[in-house]
């Protein structure tokens, strides 16, 4: 090894002794402490499934979880690692799960689903927009939609979140098989 | 109901392990959400498992280990399904706009910069090789001290280590971070 290559090597590992990790939020410690100790006997394990999913979705969430639970994870195309995508099959019902995290529960928050043309939510055939009122629990949700391809085109599916004047746009690239 | 004298204990053997811990988490998400969320499952999984955890003799690795298997028995399962933001994605140096620190504006605005760079840099490595350079270079674990945390053999922390930091230095050599 010569001696630059010793020196950017130094470099590196000074530049990583240095990455700092921002401190943890004021109160956060005990909080977090507070809520362990409520919940840590409880184990409840599906405190990730979105609340207050809406009365036309509320009947149909618990056979939509169980079904989400029970689905193999799909495969991920390699071409764009950054945008999640899955491959479903034609006139089959596929169930995705979308997960996010929220820094603090939220009540009243719009979501919206747009889908692309050939692909329907199950239980709202023909419609490409999908509107309702959520709320969302602190820390990670689970969301299942099941997606049903009628034309093999594919395309993205967004989810708009909204909460007074904020809002966050997911997306999920769809293949069809 | 809980027993106050269970949180009481439950404190006292937990919380001088918090700014380890957060820092993990930090380390293995990389975002603070994810952090602050494995945390908690954390927290929230040693509770119930606090009449085993009293008996510990090094509480502090025991939860460095409970959190990494967490991480990758949970987080990791879901990360692939998980929707990115659009405009407020994981982005890099996602939180390091909150350590602008006592140095002059301009020192800062560099030091940040270099930051953002290390960490765009980080993101392009495979998962286990971002964690072995963070956990070794970053937060001073022994190579024995990883195995321990992960499960994966010296031999292969080393050769990860290694091929990590050659792929560090050619993203930053080529952006010009290191000269």
């Known amino acids: 090894m010569n001696e630059e290559r010793v020196m950017k090597e130094q470099d590196l590992l000074e530049l990583l002794q240095d990455y700092p990790v921002p401190e943890a939020e004021a109160g956060f410690y005990d909080r977090a402490l507070v809520r362990a100790v409520h919940k840590g006997s409880r184990r409840q394990r599906n405190r990730w499934i979105l609340a207050g999913f809406g009365s036309a979705v509320a009947a149909g969430l618990a056979i939509w979880v169980v079904t989400a639970m029970l689905m193999t994870t799909p495969q991920l195309p390699e071409a764009e690692p950054s945008i999640p995508g899955v491959t479903i099959a034609m006139e089959q019902e596929h169930t995705v799960r979308l997960v996010f995290a929220s820094a603090k529960a939220l009540d009243s928050a719009t979501l919206t689903v747009s889908l692309p043309d050939g692909i329907e939510l199950a239980g709202f055939p023909g419609q490409r927009e999908i509107t309702w009122e959520t709320s969302l629990q602190e820390g990670r949700n689970l969301l299942p939609l099941t997606l049903i391809a009628l034309t093999p085109a594919g395309g993205e599916v967004l989810a708009r979140l909204e909460h007074k004047d904020r809002n966050r746009t997911f997306r999920l690239r769809v293949d069809v098989s | 109901m809980t027993d106050p004298r269970q949180t009481e204990v439950f404190e006292r053997v937990v919380r001088p392990h918090f700014d380890r811990l957060y820092r993990l988490a930090w380390r293995l998400t990389g975002a603070k959400a994810e952090a602050e969320d494995l945390f908690q499952e954390l927290l929230v999984k040693a509770f119930g498992m606090l009449d085993q955890l009293v008996h510990i003799e090094e509480p502090g690795s025991w939860l460095c280990r409970v959190m990494y298997n967490l991480f990758v ?102 952006d010009g971070t290191i000269s």
């Open chain 2, 73 to 174: 028995d949970q987080h990791r399962r879901f990360a692939r399904q998980r929707m990115h933001l659009v405009d407020e994605g994981h982005l890099p140096g996602q939180g390091l706009a909150d350590l602008a620190g006592d140095l002059d504006p301009v020192e800062d605005r560099e030091r940040l910069e270099k930051y953002r760079r290390l960490d765009a840099a980080l993101r392009q490595l495979s998962e286990d090789h971002r964690h072995v350079v963070l956990l070794h270079d970053t937060e001073g674990y022994k190579l024995e001290e990883i195995e321990e945390l992960t499960g994966t053999p010296v031999g292969t922390i080393k050769s990860r280590l290694h091929r990590a930091r050659a792929r560090l230095r050619q993203i930053l050599e080529e």
